[in-house]
């Protein structure tokens, strides 16, 4: 030790004094001598696992120099041949077990072990390379993982825990299975990983990569002003936003100025981004819900109102309407269907889904006074939402102003007290799930109640012969109240289908309601017995064993199947000329599909049990009533997801004439043509389907296809029945 | 349309009407010294009901043009168009005394004859025809259809025979190529696709084209199965999948023919029944107003 308190040492010859406590490499780095390394950076605790900065201190076998202190006299050499075959030789077999070239060698050329291998003269290990791949997930908006090419250095792990102190990153496994993992075996994207970025940029190799979304940025035009992460964290609800994961991003994030007036974003048509209104106000609506897409109206002249004395109409009522209705947006905010226009003022986030899940847009919104909003990708609204400050603020805007009316936008809660409202304020929590994560398994203790604000829910149940679908939920829908209302567990399981978000309610707070309130408790129980004998049902149909085709076509999911006898009908077309007559002359039949037998399942609205047609709808325009049917509603957007995912194509887009806003004469309205989505709904206000009525020749048919096919599938009519 | 058991109420009414009515007939027409007369109290009775008979029968046509008025369903009208339309000429002839008469009455009765026997014979093609469509046509698609289904079949084969052709053709463009190219297809040279090409001009895009043509030997399956065997010993068997496909679509032709010709059966009685139904109510109306008048 010399006299300063410096220890000693020799490295390739060279003399250096360095203080007690210094790695070996450190030592060789501060005296300009490289030792190359892998899983060591300067930021981060040294670990010492790659081994590829052996060197030779004298010792019996060669030292990791990044753990190695230096020690009085040492001699350290770091660059002998027989160093290099020994790093060589864990740089090859490194090499074996990473897929050449990696992501990051593919698009920056600079992973580093690849690099390595390069410099050393590998080319291909001499090593048999792993035969199974391991996964890849790209479950993370913003950061693709790629499991083959990690070399297990442990950075991404030290920087998630020492730097930023998110603790999200570990590992798992033993042997040929261990593994970086987050939140010890979650998805990353279902983890609680806040997308910083650190792990990305620890990564020596192609693991853990930026990804780019739906575009890495946004068109700019002249209303755009792009935006630099350093401005970005200024903002307050940028506060505590990973710098480098901004400049990883950057122009997926850009600041936009709209003139009053002016048109942000149309209902129905596509988009990838969400807004954030910064300054300025925003009106959303709507269009107002005139042209009525169910069976036609009331009589118009003397002729109508004579010839409406032969039709006679039930009146259209759904059963669990309620005085108070909502159309459900993707806006913090619900609208009232009688004036469906609403306002958005600084803070408010609108455009979730559509970011998020590339749902059409659900609304129109439009600049009531100049705006400044920010507008964003879905990874930069990602992160927004795991960040802490945003989700606060987003918090307690939608506890002020949206809790009130989601809640009473349930029927069942309609009587709820605004007294009561107030209570629950400050208990519901937001919660959200990514794709494919469950939200409550099937058998667990029931613990909350849920109420879905943003997405999709999969409800499922689990049965000897499989999974059965039993509903798909969408915003204003409700799940939890089964268990908590005396089974005590959950008997069914939850999923997100995309990105969801849900307010939860406890259950302590929940059985407060319903002892508070015996009517909810009341009507509550009504739905429970109707859901839960609907399950019944299901499940003795799923047990049953039907023909493979006539699984095959679908026809097992209906409930209620028209079918046309090619054997009776004479292709008069008397349906179809029905069909029309009973929607102002847009017929929703076709007389064309597929064969079963000798019937012909015309293309029309199966009622299908599993109604894939729901899922996506942006404004929750179609849904199922309390009974069979499946309706869409007037103030369905036209955006044609319903009929995409019908998988029979059996909802068409039809144009009606609406009233709208002028753009020439603000204030007034005019007549325009916008499509809207139309299906079968059983001429819900007839005692009878028209296309049934009307055949002459006894050829048309409305069936339950379990009942009709009885004898095809293995039961009885009667057995049928009950089932 | 089947007439099964689903109508055995209707037929047991129309022949209890029936026998009622030649219960009341034959007295009625013994007893009378001039024989039966249209003219009687019971002749006007039979006259009255037949034609109220022929009238409800009639309605069938209105009842049609509002399928969505709940005044009965179709099936019910139907029955009774088929049933009671059926009675009126036994209900005609008993008010007539089983004579023509004069002029108006003559045709009147010949006109009925006419109505009934088309309708029996559109009840039978009613009753059989659409077994047989079912049966012989399972491409079947919407009448109206044809045509445009008929278009897309030839912009089909069009495809397949520029597709085969740019494989012949040493300067068509990579891409024609790769639209059909497979290994085999590569080495495919303009000589050998000139028999498809001839065939295809020559016999299969007229078939395709003219729908109305006679003899045209594509239009029977057997003719049409030694024909495209001949040709594919002319094709080397890269080609093969293309006649196959061309096939296919001369198949697919045939039926929407056979449809289009029994198509005609099912409902080409109508342009006989439809208006000499027409004829009969209005000359009917007609007879009943002079007859009541004069």
Known sequence: MSAAGLIE????????????????????????????????????????????????????????????PVESGMVVTTSSEKVKQARNTLVELLMADHPTPCARQQSSGDCELETLARQAGISQPRYSRRTTSRVKDISSPSIAVDFDACILCDRCIRGCSEIRENFVLGRMGKGANAGIAFDNSLPMGNSSCVSCGECMVSCPTGALTNKGVTGTAIDLDPHVEAVTPDELQQLPVFKGVSGTFLSLNRGAVVRRHFKRGDVICREGEYGSTAFYIVEGKARVSISTPIAHVKTQGGARGFFSKLTSQLVPRKADEREEDTDQRYIHIDAPVDLSYDNPIAELGPGDLFGEMTCMSLYPRSATVRAETDCTMLEMLRNVLDIMQRNKNFRAALDKSYRQRALDSHLRGVPVFAGLTDEFIGSLRDHVELVRYTPGQIICRQGDASDYFYLVRIGFVKVTQAHPGGEMVLAYLSRGDYFGEIGLLGNDVRTATCTALDHVELVRISGDDFNRMVNQFPDIRKKLESVEEVHLQQNRERLSLVESQPLDSFLAQGLMEAQSLLLLDLERCTRCDACVRACADAHNGITRLVREGLRFEKYLVPTSCRQCKDPLCMVGCPVGAIRRRNSLEVVIEDWCVGCGLCAENCPYGNINLHPFEVMADDPEHPGRKKAVVKKKATSCDLCAEHEEPSCVYACPHDAAHRVDPREFFAGLVGQSPSQARKS | MRIDSTHGKWLIASVVILVAATAIYIPYAASSPLGPSGASGLGLAFGIAGFACMIFAGLLGARKKVPVWRIGRAQAWMRGHLWLGFLSLPLILFHGGFRFGGPLTSILMILLILVVASGVLGAVLQHYMPKVITAEVPLETIFEQIDRVRSQLLAEADEFIA???????????????????????????????????????????????????????????????????????????ALHGIVEDLQEICEEERQLRKQARLHHWLHGWLMLHIPLSLALLLLGAAHAYMALRY
């Open chain 1, 9 to 68: 040492l020799t490295i390739d010859g060279k003399k250096v004094a360095v203080p007690p406590g210094t790695t070996v490499f450190d030592a060789a780095r501060t005296n300009d001598i490289a030792i190359p390394t892998l899983c060591h950076q300067q930021n981060e605790t040294p670990v010492g696992v790659c081994r590829v900065c052996v060197v030779d201190v004298g010792a019996r076998v060669f030292a990791a120099s990044c753990v190695r």
């Open chain 2, 163 to 237: 597709g085969a052709s740019a494989l012949g053709n040493p300067l068509a463009t990579a891409g024609a190529r790769a639209a059909v190219a497979t290994e085999e297809l590569t080495a495919i040279t303009e000589a050998d696709v000139a028999p498809l090409r001839s065939f295809y001009s020559r016999q299969m895009r007229p078939f395709l084209e003219k729908p109305d043509a006679r003899r045209q030997a594509l239009a029977d399956a057997a003719k049409a199965r030694t024909i495209f065997d001949n040709l594919r010993t002319l094709l080397p068997p």
